[in-house]
């Protein structure tokens, strides 16, 4: 089955700098890639995704990329604010397939 | 707004006895899902639903069950609770793949098997 990972686990950043978290999938039918965010004690919310037919999707200060060459796609986030800290999990979909498989979550700490 | 919900917040057990945790949504979504989210192994899906009386085994399965008699509804089944279930558990449901691919979450269950 699909394999997710992602790197680093955890990413200290000062308030105003830019975070970069990159994911690598194994399967290369994976064609829908999604990013969750889980607030400390709350569920987790899709904040962005990005379909294989597409290199770079941006939403405000947030935007993801993907390249399916090399099988990996990443969440940049600009200008970061306290309220940014949050795990976020990155997932990966196989065509055809009802599923998700997540990532282990990397912990981003916005340093005020 | 979709709205998923989760019979608790908090729930202790003890060793042996048969938990039920159980999620509802109200989206009419196909497809429903339980996780287990442990500190630094992520979400990983214990089962999932497509469909009414369907069911399909995650990644992890063993020492769970579930039940989908309604389209609304899936349980997940603790048939005799151990400690290395203490955990946080959390339901998510979808839309049929291809139409919208978010998977919407409930607020988690965390179950502590004493």
């Known amino acids: 089955g699909e394999n997710v990972e992602q790197h680093p686990s955890t990413l200290s950043v000062q308030e105003g700098d830019s975070a970069v978290i990159k994911c690598t999938y194994s399967d290369s039918a994976s064609n829908y890639f999604p990013w969750y965010k889980q607030e400390l004690g709350k569920r987790p919310q899709l904040i962005i995704d990005?379909?294989?037919?597409?290199g770079e999707k941006k939403d405000q200060r947030i935007a993801v990329t993907l390249n399916k060459t090399a099988k990996h796609f990443s969440l940049h986030i600009t200008e970061t604010q306290p309220e940014d800290s949050a795990v976020y999990f990155c997932a990966a979909r196989v065509q055809g397939n009802n599923r998700l498989a997540f990532g282990k979550g990397n912990q981003v700490v916005v340093i005020p | 707004d979709v709205k998923v919900t989760q019979s608790s917040r908090y729930l202790v057990k003890r060793t042996g006895e048969k938990v039920f945790l159980e999620c509802v949504q109200d989206?009419?979504?196909?497809?429903m899902f339980w996780y287990r989210q442990d500190p630094g192994l992520g979400l990983r899906l214990i089962y999932f639903s497509y469909d009414v009386k369907m069911k399909e085994k995650g990644d992890i399965p063993e020492g769970y069950s579930v039940s989908r008699e309604k389209k609304e509804r899936f349980s997940l089944i603790l048939e005799s609770a151990s400690t290395n279930q203490t955990s946080m558990y959390l339901c998510?449901?979808?839309?049929?793949?291809?139409?919208?691919?978010?998977?919407?979450f409930g607020p988690g269950t965390r179950l502590t098997v004493l």
């Open positions: 990005i379909r294989s037919n597409v």
């Open positions: 989206m009419d979504h196909e497809n």
């Open positions: 998510a449901s979808s839309p049929v793949a291809g139409s919208t691919d978010t998977q919407y």
